[in-house]
């Protein structure tokens, strides 16, 4: 196997020159986030935000724009690598994904590579969001600097995981793309970006779980809103550790098996 | 060596019957196939579409795995160090996909290289090395969506060339290029199998081609081998033989019976065709009797107009290959 990290750095050099060949490129992303934040926002405010509101048995109605801005911040993190791993079928197409596995290299290692580069944009939105909060968002609560750039690690992270496991989804099948459909919507309804889990039914927090954005999300919000310490968000974050290490290995598993059924089935060239 | 032995390529495919029910159906892809590729040599594979080509290549590229039989490339097994494998074969195919279009030729390059783990000075000169065999150092750092054709084919070959291959699969390389280009294409292709040992397999619908540059030709129908041998050796068995054509303004009954005789033992088939002018002889044989017909025409003082002589062709074996073939089927 090549040097997992020189195929992850290859990788994202190649789709980062794939996928932002233009300046402006960086501008509409943050155009897109930035139009669903605020429309998330003024939707809610016609109802009853006070000391009476629903919402405010789970948090400070007065928090609404930072719980609303850390919630989509972290939907497009993840957002982004639904779109990346849907890429995957004009790979197909040009019949480049066929020359990769034609070659030695680290499977996983392509297939994180291309989950971070796909990332490179979130370092754009993060120090964009979290300056925007800054500036105007009121009930942010963090107990020192550091909690910013945990935040972001944790995002990261979680995300390249997440988006990892998305891609070796897509290496099975040129219609795997009912996922985007499966997999988009209700990560945003569920996941805690515009609702907190704990307002939801049963079976809304049994599908929460199954979404690591959900994890995210809590931790993101114990350290920006609830002022957390490191050592009060290690349960959460020991939580979200298991979660990202089940997907990991999982991933690992469907790789093995999707190169392996396309052994068999010669699918790759499929499109 | 390459040696692959036995090979066979069964696919299930799934059949629709109605809005629902679906039913499993095998094809036969390749079926007991014996293939041997020496280092520095050039194998055609050819076959009429649907012939399993594209199957053989894949298996023997390990992106696919034979149903059953073997391949060993220079004594290590494919099916059980693909790995190993990965690294001594490439493949190029014809046509304009398996490139990053966005990306330059340079950066193409420099990333299927980190598949095959090259990276810094090593990666960069092979890069420089490779866009000057194939001519596009000039390119070298514009995106290939602005390329010809032709250069992006270039391109394909450099790629294909990254790992430094000892064996070297190509699907069709010369597929829809200019006459000048593949001309040049089919140059390259056997300075790497002469000047750099490599082992090639070729597939082409360019029949001359195939007869060109290779050493030996694997004809194969339906995924089961037909034939194995030199093309001039195919030309020599399968063809009917060189037709031998003689214009001359007259011919007398006796000089044509007594010719008749003279080709008598080597098989040879003579027919006249009277033409406005003069008479046409038109003698097909496998044997070369261009020398004998010429003399008894000389003997017999008759005069020559005109000459042709049309040698067979690969393309004329593989067209009775496929036509026995056919019918064989209908027969069965």
Redesign the interface.
């Known amino acids: 196997?090549?040097?997992l990290w020189?195929?992850f750095w290859?990788e994202m050099?190649?789709s980062h020159?794939?996928n932002f060949?233009s300046k402006l490129i960086y501008f509409s992303l943050l155009v897109w986030p930035a139009i669903t934040y605020a429309s998330a926002y003024y939707s809610l405010q016609p109802f009853n935000l006070g000391a009476h509101s629903p919402l405010n048995r789970f948090f400070s109605s007065e928090k609404i724009g930072v719980f609303l801005l850390t919630g989509y911040l972290g939907y497009i993190f993840f957002w982004s690598l639904v779109q990346s791993a849907w890429q995957m079928s004009f790979e197909r197409?040009?019949?480049?994904i066929?020359?990769?596995?034609?070659?030695?290299?680290s499977r996983l290692g392509?297939i994180y590579g291309r989950a971070a580069a796909d990332l490179l944009e979130g370092v754009w939105l993060f120090s964009t969001f979290t300056l925007l909060a800054v500036a105007s968002v009121k009930g942010i609560n963090a107990v020192g600097w550091w909690s910013i750039p945990l935040g972001l690690v944790i995002l990261v992270v979680s995300a390249v995981i997440w988006g990892g496991f998305l891609n070796v989804i897509f290496l099975f099948s040129r219609d795997s793309s009912f996922l985007y459909t499966v997999l988009d919507e209700p990560m945003l309804i569920f996941s805690g970006v515009r609702i907190p889990v704990a307002a939801m039914p049963l079976w809304g927090k049994a599908i929460a779980f199954v979404f690591p954005l959900t994890y995210v999300l809590q931790i993101i919000r114990e350290l920006v809103m609830e002022g957390m310490g490191f050592r009060q968000i290690l349960p959460s974050l020991g939580v979200l550790f298991a979660v990202l290490i089940l997907l990991f290995l999982l991933t690992g598993r469907l790789a093995i098996l999707a190169e392996r059924h396309?052994?068999?089935?010669?699918n790759?060239t499929l499109f | 060596m390459l040696s692959a032995v036995n090979l066979r390529k069964v696919y299930i495919t799934k059949e629709k019957q109605g809005i629902f029910r679906t039913w499993k159906k095998e094809v036969i892809a390749v079926e007991s196939l014996d293939l041997e590729i020496k280092p520095g040599e050039i194998v055609g594979l050819l076959g009429i579409n649907g012939a399993g080509k594209t199957t053989t290549i894949k298996m023997l590229s390990t992106l696919l795995l034979p149903t059953a039989g073997s391949i060993v490339i220079d004594g290590i097994d494919a099916l059980k160090e693909p790995m190993k494998v990965k690294k001594m074969v490439n493949m190029i195919a014809g046509g304009e996909r398996m490139l990053y279009w966005r990306l330059t030729a340079r950066e193409n390059l420099s990333y299927f290289g980190s598949l095959y783990g090259l990276n810094g000075k090593a990666l960069t000169d092979r890069i420089a090395f490779l866009l000057k065999e194939v001519e596009l150092e000039e390119a070298a750092d514009i995106p290939v969506e602005r390329y010809s054709k032709g250069m992006k084919q270039r391109l394909q070959i450099a790629r294909g060339l990254i790992n430094d291959p000892c064996y070297l699969f190509l699907d069709e390389p010369t597929l829809g290029l200019d006459a000048p280009i593949a001309k040049h294409l089919r140059e390259y292709i056997r300075h790497l199998a002469v000047q750099e040992g490599k082992g090639i397999l070729l597939t082409s619908h360019y029949l001359s081609e195939v007869e060109a540059l290779c050493n030996r030709v694997y004809i194969i129908d339906r995924g089961a081998l037909v034939l194995h041998d030199t093309p001039e050796n195919i030309i020599r068995d399968v063809s009917a033989g060189a037709i031998l054509s003689v214009w001359v303004s007259e011919l007398q009954n006796t000089m044509l019976e007594s010719l008749t005789k003279v080709l008598l033992p080597f098989e040879a088939s003579l027919t006249v065709i009277k033409q406005s002018d003069g008479v046409e002889l038109r003698v097909q044989s496998k044997q070369d009797v261009t020398a004998l017909v010429l003399q008894h025409l000389f003997e017999h003082g008759v005069t020559l107009q005109r000459l042709e002589v049309e040698k067979p062709k690969l393309e004329d074996a593989i067209l009775t290959l496929a036509g026995r073939a056919v019918a064989a089927r209908e027969t069965a």
């Open positions: 196997m090549i040097s020189r195929v290859s050099k190649k020159r794939l060949h197409y040009s019949g480049t066929e020359l990769i596995f034609l070659s030695p290299v392509m396309a052994l068999k089935t010669g790759l």
